[in-house]
Nanobody
Framework: QVQLVESGGGLVQAGGSLRLSCVASGRTFSSYVMGWFRQAPGKEREFVAAISWNGASTYYADSVKGRFTISRDNAKNTVHLQMNSLKPEDTAVYYC?????????????????WGQGTQVTVSS
């Protein structure tokens, strides 16, 4: 069992930056693929980024590539999402998720554990 708690969301102007964090409970954090997803009102949950168990591989949605960076610190059971050059269309609730199977995935169905989410609002 893994419990995930996100933090770092907030209100920011377009062009600004935010850094999201997700802290995981449990001793097996380092064995999980970690992902970030987001969901805007009235829209389906969409993939943002994923990172392999050791941080060696990352995968990004085209919409955030070059602006967002995912990273992890297995010693602290933490995964981060650094978001730069934010746009109003980035406004959503951002979720941290954990996948116990090897391989980066952009499908929410492949992730077993989810956090409660943190709101990110980008004003124009």
């Amino acid at each position: 069992q893994v419990q995930l708690v996100e933090s770092g969301g907030g209100l920011v102007q377009a062009g600004g930056s935010l850094r999201l964090s997700c802290v995981a409970s449990g001793r097996t954090f380092s064995s999980y693929v970690m992902g970030w997803f987001r969901q805007a009102p009235g829209k389906e949950r969409e993939f943002v980024a994923a990172i392999s168990w050791n941080g060696a591989s990352t995968y990004y949605a085209d919409s955030v590539k070059g602006r967002f960076t995912i990273s992890r610190d297995n010693a602290k059971n933490t995964v981060h999402l650094q978001m730069n050059s934010l746009k109003p269309e980035d406004t959503a609730v951002y979720y941290c998720a954990a996948r116990s199977t090897i391989g980066l995935s952009s499908s929410p169905k492949d992730y077993k554990y989810w956090g409660q989410g943190t709101q990110v609002t980008v004003s124009s």
